[in-house]
C-alpha cells in the first residue's frame, strides 16, 4: 500500500508541474513584458505550495527502498506526461 501511495503521490507531483508549466507557457515569452511578470507570479506559488504539500505528504510515508522509487518516478513521470498530454488535446490515440 505505501508504494501505491508513493507512487499517486509523485504522479500527482509530476502531473500539476507539467499542467501548470503547460499553461503558463503561453504568456512566458522572449520579450518580457507585464504580462510575463503575472504569470511567473502566479506560478511561482502553485510551484512552491506544490513543493510544500509533496514534502508534507512524503513524511507520513515509511521508507522505500531507492531502486523501488527511481522506478516508480520514471513511471509516474511517463503516465503524467501521457495524462496531460490527453487533458490538454495535445496528444490523441
Not at 504539500?53 to 503524467?80: M, Q
Request: hydrophobic fraction near 55%; aromatic fraction near 18%.
Amino acid at each position: 500500500m505505501n508504494v501505491i501511495k508513493y507512487f499517486v503521490l509523485q504522479f500527482v507531483l509530476f502531473f500539476i508541474i507539467i499542467l501548470s508549466g503547460f499553461f503558463s507557457d503561453k504568456y512566458i515569452s522572449k520579450p518580457f513584458t507585464y504580462v510575463d511578470t503575472l504569470a511567473i507570479i502566479t506560478y511561482v506559488p502553485i510551484f512552491i505550495l506544490t513543493l510544500h504539500l509533496y514534502s508534507k505528504l512524503k513524511d507520513r510515508l515509511t521508507p522505500i527502498r531507492s531502486l523501488n522509487k527511481i522506478l516508480l518516478s520514471i513511471l509516474a513521470f511517463i503516465i503524467a506526461i501521457v495524462f496531460t498530454g490527453v487533458l490538454t488535446g495535445e496528444m490523441m490515440f
